[in-house]
Structure formats: C-alpha cells, structure tokens
C-alpha cells in the first residue's frame, strides 16, 4: 500500500534542540511538502520541494530548513527550537499534471511537536 | 496570489441532513488542481477528490458530490444524509505555479462539520 510516513507521531523537545523530522514516501513523487497547521489558521506550507536537492520556501519558512538529498526522503529541520514551533506538523506527497491522473495525493498521520 | 476562501468556520447537522460546504478560490492560473481533504478527529488528512481546472463535469460518489463552476470560482462539496462518522475539518485546495516553474497547494482554513445524532 502506498504512503507517507513520517518518522514519529509525538515528539518532546526543549527550547534551543536541533530538530529533525523525517517523511518518507514510496510513490516516487517529484513533489514533496511541510506544512504546520495550528486552531483557527488552517495549513500554512513551510517549505516544499520539486527534486531532489530542490527547495523552495513556502509561506512561513522563518526558523525552518529543509532536505532533500533523496526523492523519497523529505527532511523539516527547526535550527533552534522555539515554543512558537509547537504545532502538528504535517509531510505530503504529490504528483501534479497529467502524471497524477487518479492517483491518490498522500498525507503522513502529521507529527504534534512541542517545545518546552 | 491564489487565495482559498472556505467561509463556513463550522457547521452543524443532525444526522441524515445534507450539507454543503462551500469553497471559493481565486487564481491567475489557467491550468490548475482543486483538491478536497478530510481530517478526521484521528488528525491524518484523508485524500477525497482532485479535479483538472479543464474538466467542469460535476462528481458523484457516493453519498459525496462536487459541484466545479468555473464562472463562479467555486468547487463546493455536499454530503448527502450525513452520518456521524462525517464529523472532521473539511479543506479545500489549490494548486499554484510558483515563479521557478514548479507547483505547490493553497489551502483554505477548513470548515468543521459536526454531525448530531
């Protein structure tokens, strides 16, 4: 069965951690994503990328960063955490154009991070 | 910019209602996806539809329709005689050329439907 999964359901971490979370998708999608959604303000995209080594920043990329040294592999880095990162955090995968026909466009089960 | 506008915050129903939810976008775009999106309380997103900017038939499956106007810029989204197991954050989304060529999703804040007893 095909899917996006992201490495950890719930995570605990401390102001000033490096954070890593980690998404792994087995459709060989080009297009992969990190959103954070909180109440009241919907997904907002963090980052995303096209191809490997490829990123571009979405609408909120501040304190972000990003990998891909791998098409299946998207990884969402917090260089300093702080507890405005405390979100569900939220991996997709998704072939767009022709390409995408009626292929299901995939979600991971989301990451809820918090930084004490 | 593409913008998604889900307007209903939340709605409410009494079991076997149907309801609609309403999605209005706006796009320079003349190619582009529209998508819908579950969440149900469990968190995960659930895929439901993908429509091609090209293809204005309207969509059936099961107790789930989708009615694309592009006059209107509205892809809204109407489950019939609703069941509990309805009840989650419904999003609507749109795809969006970026200046590199590449495309992303736009996502409206979401509309919660609560389905009664």
């Known amino acids: 069965d095909v899917k996006v999964t992201q490495s950890s359901r719930y995570l605990v971490k401390r102001t000033g951690e490096k954070v890593f979370l980690e998404c792994v998708q087995d459709?060989?999608?080009?297009?992969m994503f990190w959103y954070r959604q909180d109440p009241g303000l919907g997904l907002r995209l963090i980052y995303f990328?096209?191809?490997?080594?490829?990123?571009e920043k979405g609408d909120i990329p501040e304190g972000y960063s990003v990998s891909r040294e791998k098409k299946e592999r998207f990884s969402l880095i917090l260089e300093s955490a702080s507890t405005n990162q405390t979100s569900m955090y939220l991996c997709a995968s998704i072939r767009f154009g022709a390409g995408g026909g009626n292929q299901p466009q995939h979600f991971g089960d989301g990451t809820r991070l918090s930084i004490l | 910019a593409q913008k998604v506008t889900q307007a209903q915050t939340e709605i409410s129903v009494v079991e076997k209602e149907d309801v609609t939810l309403d999605c209005v976008y706006e796009?320079?775009?003349?190619?582009?996806?529209l998508f819908w999106y579950k969440q149900p309380p469990s968190g995960e997103l659930v895929f439901l539809i993908r429509?091609?900017?090209?293809?204005?038939q309207n969509e059936i499956s099961g107790r789930y329709s989708w009615n694309f106007q592009k006059s209107t810029s509205s892809f809204n989204f109407t489950i019939t005689a609703s069941q509990v197991m309805d009840s989650a954050v419904y999003f609507c989304a749109l795809s969006e050329l970026t200046q590199g060529g590449s495309e992303k999703l736009v996502f409206g804040k979401g509309t919660k439907l609560t389905v009664n007893p």
């Open positions: 429509r091609n900017s090209f293809d204005e």
């Open positions: 990328s096209y191809d490997v080594k490829m990123k």
């Open positions: 796009t320079r775009d003349t190619t582009y996806y």
């Open positions: 459709m060989d999608h080009e297009n």
